[in-house]
């Protein structure tokens, strides 16, 4: 099976050679049966460094330095490559800010005094510098055979026409949009026309209920609403509109909002226009009303402190936030971290399966690689369907050569087997990535080896919603990788690892991780509530970004990101990080996905309740939860071996394909009436069979 198959490949000595994280006993008992090729830590190829845009740590850390002692000359000079229709004052620093909540309100402002606008750095300037008809978008829809080729030039064009139509609906700058609207080519471009008319997008994921966007349209009272009349995803039909209409009703009984204008995509795809319910005059058809508008638009010039968008977070760990990010460091943060921690070259095919309706969507699938002028993927479906070999025939299909997902993506196709993912030739990918949540070693390994042929680096992307774009992250021709490991923080950013009394430590060690000062992509506010934002990310630690999850460094300086602060347990003393126990509970070759949570134990003071999903076909039994607890036993001791094996048919997830936690611990506690903000969960149905199993196991 694949773990083996990866297991193999694992030399003693390497093993050895690599310190922390460390690879389970148990794997390196396998490895020594089977002395092969795999080194680690895992090195970029001599090819792939010979091409690098940074191919040395020590090029790097020149860099590095650079932006920590001269950030207005290292960020005005990758500002500089963007058109500014006027300059940033240049006679003040480039960032103002305060961090420390006792010194006054908390700020951060970059480049501030300059104009410019981020979808004319994306579309016109590339389309003004004669590259128009280069490939923007491809766009792969849910059946296979339907898809797309959009130029920049088109791409402008539409996008023009959109804001012309904003403009004629009454959009104006500082407006908020809503958009509802699933992974078409007509999503990242209402994204690109509410920025040229300086309308503050909020994209909500399509596939949220009617309740959740409700809360949504409601706490930014967006007016306008730009949605779809439906999208079929695998095998199921989501009648989007019909869920606006919902949506719509309960924002006139909870809220009393009515916005006043629907613009509604007719995708007859999945849903033809007569199945469609009307308000005349509210709603609209997007391809009568936008089809006559002039393809050209003037640009709204935003200071670089305008805001661009709101955008809720996941969910994970309580009621989603509204996040604000502004125009001008947003822009230059995401471009510049495109760049390098994807090593862009052009002509590269850059995908990215996140769904725009997140962060990642927002800074891999729009605005990094458009203002890069680089060519993205993007697919309307799911990775099985019509079978699970679909992300893989995609890749084979448009030459994909550097490839984004999340490590929930990759461990279920991890467990459906190999022979989905050989069928098709890999052979164009250069880089593989990952992002979201810590991705256990054995799911590394195979992404790898199995999916990277051992050729690819993988980037393992350590960022949030708040921070707009990656923040720790390897540069793929730099360093060697650990399974497992962010690594190395991005240009400009300054990690510090508090202990628990908040005491900064140095060197190898283990603690709270905090970021000291702004990079130009953090978060400004929470929309309509400066007061959440301070509390929840300046107050704990009075003078830094708090982030929110727990981390190690390691000898090399390579941070492990080690799970939510919540996620810590303490059991009889010892300090145990979630992320470790579910990273073995993972390594049996018949669980698919863990998952673990901390239960008050009278004795231990902590103890550990771990949710198990088996691989299928396989039935659960008193042996095999042994086995499963023993690799917890090998892998970090006894301490930490749960007390409770829960067989679960699934893990409750965000939609955005988070374990929620919080959840859990509420199931492991019995407390089921408690089980919080679910306005972002994915599938309501796991958490009533998990609630049901619990019942029955009392
Ligand atoms: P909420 O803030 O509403 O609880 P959330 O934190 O899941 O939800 P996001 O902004 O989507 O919302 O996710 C950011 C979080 O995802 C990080 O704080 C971290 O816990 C986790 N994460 C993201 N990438 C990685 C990674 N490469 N390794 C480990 N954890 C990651
Ligand atoms: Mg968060």
Redo the contacts with the bound molecule.
Sequence with gaps: TTLRHVKKSVTAMDVKMWQQPALGKREEAAAQDNPEDLKLPVSPSREFVSRALVSSRKQYEKMYKQSMNDPARFWGSFANDFHWERKWDTTKPICRYNFDLQKGPVFVEWFKGGYTNICYNALDKHVLEGRGNSTALLWEGNDVGSQKRITYSDMLKQTCQLANYLRQRGVKKGDRVCIYMPMVPELPIAMLACARIGAIHSVVFAGYSAESLAGRILDCQSEVILSCSGVQRGNKILPLKKIVDDALQLCIHQGNFRPGTCLILDNNRALPRNKVSWVPGRDLWWQDEVKSCNTEAFVEWMEAEDPLFLL??????????G?LHTVGGYMVYAAVTFKFVFDYHPGDIFWCTADCG???GHTYVAYGPLLNGATVVIFEGVPTYPDPSRWWQIIEKYGVTTFYTA?TGIRSLEALGDQYVTKHSRSSLRLLG??????NVKAWLWYHRVVGEGRCPIV????????GATM??PLPGAWPLKPGS?TLPFFGVQPVILDQQGKEQDGPCEGYLCIKKPWPGIARSLYGDHKRFEETYFRTWLGMYV???GCRRDPDGYIT?T??IDDVVNVSGHRISI?EVESALNSHPQCAEASAVAVDHDVKGQGLYAFVVLVDGVTPSDALKKEIMDCVRREIGSFAVPEVIHWAPGLPK?R?G?IMRRILRKIAANQFDELGDTS?LADPAVVEQLVDSKRSMR
């Excluded at 990952?434 to 991705?439: D, L, M, N, Y």
């Design positions: 809720y977070t996941s969910g994970s760990t309580g009621k989603p936030k996040v997140w962060i990642t490590p990952t992002v979201g949540e810590a991705i393992d992307t350590w960022w949030q919603t708040e921070t720790i992250s962010a982030t929110g999850d990101l799970g939510r992320g965000t955005s988070k972002s």
